[in-house]
């Protein structure tokens, strides 16, 4: 099992910059994807972007040039800096990890954004 901890949310203002971090714990030796979701009221649950152990990286079409993600699979963890947010990027934003030993998904509790305009 693997446990999931995000931090670095809050209020900020549209233009400025953020940065998120999650940590994992627990069984986390078969981890090859991390990244980050985010869920606005309403919405579903999409991709922002991901890493995995070779380096290779996703970004939502939405997040590019914004949007750095960074990966340290020796540590477990991933960070995701924010710059130039806008109010559309309000929204709760989750940490994920894939485990492709055990084919397993795990989800953090998530932070909250707020971009204000």
């Known amino acids: 099992q693997v446990q999931l901890v995000e931090s670095g949310g809050g209020l900020v203002q549209a233009g400025g910059s953020l940065r998120l971090s999650c940590a994992a714990s627990g069984r986390r030796f078969g981890l090859y994807v991390l990244g980050w979701h985010r869920q606005a009221p309403g919405k579903q649950r999409d991709l922002v972007a991901s890493v995995n152990r070779n380096g290779l990286t996703n970004y939502a079409d939405s997040v590019k040039g914004r949007f750095t993600i960074s990966g340290d699979f020796a540590k477990s963890t991933v960070s995701l800096q924010m710059s130039s947010l806008k109010p559309e990027d309000t929204a709760v934003y989750y940490c994920?990890?894939?485990?492709?030993?055990?084919?397993?998904?795990?989800w953090g509790q998530g932070t909250q954004v707020t971009v204000s305009a």
């Open positions: 994920q990890a894939y485990d492709a030993a055990t084919g397993t998904e795990y």
